[in-house]
């Protein structure tokens, strides 16, 4: 008789670099990486019914193009990081607002709203009211961030 294996142990939470939320990483990786991975996932997945009818719903790809802004102005590519304040100033000009122009020298500490954030809300909160707010929070964190490296 063949033993049964045993089962994996539960993958350990660990905070994605781009936005701080704490994620179970998916099988086969661990700590940040396997955060990271677990955010954009969690972000595809809950912004797939939206991209679904974006070919032919205006609104819906505005929202999907708002939601994959913000989520690149909170999760910089690191090979490029200079690009992050092209991301952020093409989040300003989405919103028509302009809460700073230039981003700050160095990325927000602390989110106050991440793709999980956006995510746990769904079942309550339309998704194009929730990208929006996240959106608007992820500008305001980056101009706080801009305030206090300046000193202001």
């Given at each position: 008789?063949?033993?049964?294996?045993?089962?994996?142990?539960?993958?350990?939470?660990?905070?994605?670099?781009?936005?701080?939320?704490?994620?179970?990483?998916?099988?086969?990786?661990?700590?940040?990486?396997?955060?990271?991975?677990?955010?954009?996932?969690?972000?595809?997945?809950?912004?797939?019914?939206?991209?679904?009818?974006?070919?032919?719903?205006?609104?819906?790809?505005?929202?999907?193009?708002?939601?994959?802004?913000?989520?690149?102005?909170?999760?910089?590519?690191?090979?490029?990081?200079?690009?992050?304040?092209?991301?952020?100033?093409a989040?300003?000009?989405?919103?028509?607002?302009?809460?700073?122009?230039?981003?700050?020298?160095?990325?927000?500490?602390?989110?106050?709203?991440?793709?999980?954030?956006?995510?746990?809300?769904?079942?309550?909160?339309?998704?194009?009211?929730?990208?929006?707010t996240?959106?608007?929070t992820?500008?305001?964190?980056?101009?706080?961030?801009?305030?206090?490296?300046?000193?202001?």
């Amino acid at each position: 008789m063949g033993r049964v294996p045993a089962p994996e142990p539960p993958a350990t939470p660990a905070a994605c670099p781009g936005c701080g939320a704490v994620l179970a990483p998916p099988s086969g990786l661990t700590g940040p990486a396997g955060a990271a991975a677990a955010c954009r996932r969690l972000f595809e997945e809950t912004t797939r019914g939206m991209r679904e009818e974006a070919a032919t719903d205006a609104r819906a790809a505005a929202t999907v193009g708002l939601a994959d802004t913000a989520y690149a102005a909170q999760h910089p590519d690191p090979d490029h990081p200079a690009a992050v304040h092209a991301v952020v100033d093409a989040l300003v000009r989405r919103l028509a607002d302009d809460p700073n122009p230039d981003p700050a020298p160095q990325r927000p500490t602390r989110w106050q709203m991440t793709p999980a954030d956006v995510a746990a809300d769904l079942d309550v909160v339309g998704l194009e009211a929730l990208v929006d707010t996240w959106a608007r929070t992820v500008a305001e964190d980056w101009s706080r961030a801009a305030r206090s490296s300046s000193g202001l």
